[in-house]
């Protein structure tokens, strides 16, 4: 048996489970997709094995123990989802965003619109046009410092 | 490993065997990530999880080819068939399946898929072994579990033990933190 028939099937399985891990949405089928890339670990493991003629069969025997935990983590992964399923009603990856950074939704002008809203009879009371960009300045330089602070937290 | 390596013009009925199981497992695997059902994606998961067996099979992994049958086929997707059934995921064709990010996808995987085999034809181009049988029989590999690798073994009960437990405090909806002022009802109990 040549050794590069298996490796090459295990690689086309571990990319094929790379394309799911990034295209899908649905958070099961991702994890589908997460066992199809241990499975491709899982030929290398035993190939390598035949082809070394291990003694100690640490090729197997580790095989049997990704098994095992493939196993053990998709009990936890389902779990999580439906812990998930139960509180937000979806299971849809997409729509999960609360981790991420807020101005990621289109909001680079919204939050000025109110800031010149308040501001804008003051403005209009001290006369015309140029106290409005200036106020657009200041806006966009406090939009800069908390995003700077931001960073800083980080 | 032997200096002679036969021409890869000549397969073995083991390599046609083992390439067609292989074809099987790849074109199954296509389906389960391209597929827009559901459940048909867990059913394709199964014959792709079959014909890896049968490939272990061919390389006289026997111990690990039953395990595979036992724990892919007979747990694993049923569990991932619960998962889809207790999310009330719509049965028939939906349309959401795929992300908005398909084609950057598509790209990585397809640059993954291309590095990983030009470095693996390139690596072992002249890598070859015969294949003896009883290799991988179950009383070599128990032989070899419970005297060599007996700790790590030991070490993996634990975390399936840690891995149950934390699956069912998750799972569990009557539980609350301590922490929270106690409620009218649970005064009443």
Not at chain 2, 123 to 128: K, P, Q, S
Request: glycine share 10%; charged share 15%; proline share 5%.
């Amino acid at each position: 048996m040549h050794i590069v028939y298996p490796a090459v099937v295990s690689a086309l399985l571990f990319s094929i489970g790379v394309y799911g891990v990034l295209a899908r949405r649905n958070t099961i089928l991702v994890l589908m997709s997460v066992e199809l890339m241990l499975n491709a670990v899982n030929l290398n493991l035993v190939a390598f094995d035949v082809w070394l003629r291990d003694r100690l069969h640490g090729g197997q025997v580790l095989t049997l123990f990704v098994i095992v935990i493939a196993a053990a983590e998709l009990g936890l992964g389902l779990a999580i989802v439906l812990a998930l399923y139960r509180n937000r009603r979806t299971v849809d990856i997409d729509r999960l965003r609360d981790l991420s950074e807020k101005e990621y939704v289109p909001v680079v002008a919204e939050p000025d619109t109110p800031e010149l809203a308040e501001r804008e009879p003051g403005a209009g009371a001290e006369g015309g046009r140029p106290p409005s960009t200036g106020n657009g300045a200041a806006g966009t330089a406090a939009r800069s410092g908390e995003r700077a602070s931001r960073g800083g937290a980080q | 490993m032997t200096a002679a390596v036969p021409s890869y013009l000549s397969p073995t009925v083991q390599e046609i065997v083992f390439l067609l199981l292989g074809a099987v497992a790849v074109g199954s695997a296509l389906l389960v990530v391209t597929t827009r059902q559901l459940v048909h994606a867990a059913l394709w998961l199964v014959v792709s999880f079959g014909a890896l067996a049968g490939c272990y099979l061919v390389l006289t992994a026997e111990f690990v080819a039953w395990v595979q049958v036992l724990i892919y086929v007979g747990a694993v997707v049923v569990l991932l068939l619960f998962g889809i059934m207790l999310t009330r995921a719509p049965i028939g064709r939906a349309a959401d399946l795929d992300s908005g990010n398909r084609i950057v996808a598509a790209v990585v995987a397809l640059a993954t898929a291309g590095v990983l085999v030009a470095v693996v034809v390139d690596g072992f181009r002249t890598a070859y072994t015969p294949l003896q049988p009883g290799g991988g029989a179950a009383g070599e590999l128990g032989a070899s579990v419970f005297r060599t690798w007996v700790l790590p073994f030991e070490a993996l009960s634990v975390l399936l033990l840690a891995a149950l437990i934390g699956a069912i405090v998750l799972s569990r909806t009557d539980i609350k933190p301590d922490d929270a002022p106690p409620t009218v009802e649970s005064r009443g109990k």
